[in-house]
């Protein structure tokens, strides 16, 4: 399989702990994309990289959200003492290095906050 | 107001109906984007367009960029269509993009 991979699939954590999700891409797309979606929303826009360079950043992205794209390759996505508003599916999505190209979305990450 | 807004929220038709799925929105864009999103979370991109009309199999979309509006519709309807159809956008300028809260299709047999 060669789409957009993401791990894990699915996490339950107490509030105040820190989790860590990771995105691997499709191998030749240099653009990476983070989004948020809450129950019966539209994902939202957190962040997106060209290669390793976060090019932009959403306001929604407090300073408890820090993300990675060290080699240009996979992408992590942390959030520190997670709260239950948290509690929502973390996509991942790649595109080609060309502006406004189709992006390719993987299967997301559900995070629960107890 | 949101930047992108669908209609109608929730949509039940019967198999064989015609669906058209409508999408407006108020800012500049360089591309609206037509996604499916089935239970579970995983997302397919249907269309890409900036203008025009494009269609694959029993899918077309459509985009009038004056009136800032986007039509998708569904031939021959199957109960495999049902999923929730988002519409998206990439502003000017900006590569992320904007999405509707999406319309949920039920298509009964």
């Known amino acids: 399989d060669t789409g957009v991979s993401q791990n894990p699939r699915h996490k339950i954590t107490k509030r105040g702990q820190n989790v860590t999700f990771r995105c691997d891409p499709i191998?030749?797309?240099?653009?990476l994309y983070w989004y948020r979606q809450t129950l019966g929303q539209g994902p939202e826009f957190l962040t997106y990289?060209?290669?390793?360079?976060?090019?932009?950043k959403s306001r929604l992205l407090s300073d408890r959200f820090s993300a990675e794209r060290p080699k240009g390759s996979f992408s992590t996505l942390e959030i520190q003492r997670t709260e239950q508003g948290d509690s929502a599916m973390y996509l991942c999505?790649?595109?080609?290095?060309?502006?406004?190209?189709?992006?390719?979305f993987g299967p997301g990450t559900r995070l629960t906050v107890l | 107001k949101n930047e992108v807004e669908q209609s109608p929220q929730n949509l039940t038709a019967q198999e064989g109906e015609f669906i058209t799925i409508n999408c407006s929105y108020s800012?500049?864009?360089?591309?609206l984007h037509w996604l499916q999103q089935h239970p579970g979370g995983g997302i397919v991109s249907l269309f890409m367009?900036?203008?025009g009309k494009k269609k694959h199999g029993r899918l077309i979309a459509t985009i009038n960029i004056q009136e800032k509006h986007s039509s998708l519709h569904i031939t021959a309807s199957h109960p495999r269509d049902s999923a929730v159809y988002i519409c998206?956008?990439?502003?000017?300028?900006?590569?992320?993009?904007?999405f509707g809260k999406g319309m949920k299709l039920t298509v009964n047999p």
């Open positions: 999505a790649s595109s080609r290095d060309r502006a406004y190209n189709e992006q390719f």
């Open positions: 191998s030749e797309h240099n653009r």
């Open positions: 990289f060209q290669n390793e360079a976060q090019l932009e």
């Open positions: 800012v500049g864009i360089s591309a």
């Open positions: 367009l900036s203008s």
């Open positions: 998206a956008v990439s502003g000017a300028g900006s590569e992320k993009l904007v």
